[in-house]
């Protein structure tokens, strides 16, 4: 099993920036894909951005390519989620997930964090 804890949300303008981080502990990182999922106020949760296990590999949602960059320290046992030119739709909760098996569906997550809020304002 492992456990996810995100941090770095926050408020800031739009066309601004965030990094949000995922910090695991208990079973070996290494061993999972992690992604990055987003749910707006009132709206079902979205994926946002997967990474391989070694982090060689990458995926990311069209409203998101060219903005946000996902990125793993399997040492530091943390995932990243690089977050630039934001825009108020970015507005809502960002969950990180790990899970044995790729892709961008949120059932093939096993283990979630509790979450950051993100608030972008116009």
């Known amino acids: 099993q492992v456990q996810l804890v995100e941090s770095g949300g926050g408020l800031v303008q739009a066309g601004g920036s965030l990094r949000l981080s995922c910090a695991a502990s208990g079973r070996t990182f290494s061993f999972y894909y992690v992604g990055w999922f987003h749910q707006a106020p009132g709206k079902e949760r979205e994926f946002v951005a997967t990474i391989s296990r070694s982090g060689g590999s990458t995926d990311y949602a069209d409203s998101v390519k060219g903005r946000f960059t996902i990125s793993r320290d399997n040492d530091k046992n943390t995932a990243y989620l690089q977050m630039n030119s934001l825009k108020p739709e970015d507005t809502g909760v960002y969950y990180c997930?790990?899970?044995?098996?790729?892709?961008?569906?949120?059932?093939?997550?096993?283990?979630w964090g509790q979450g950051t809020q993100v608030t972008v304002s116009s």
């Open positions: 997930a790990a899970g044995m098996v790729h892709g961008i569906g949120s059932y093939k997550y096993d283990y």
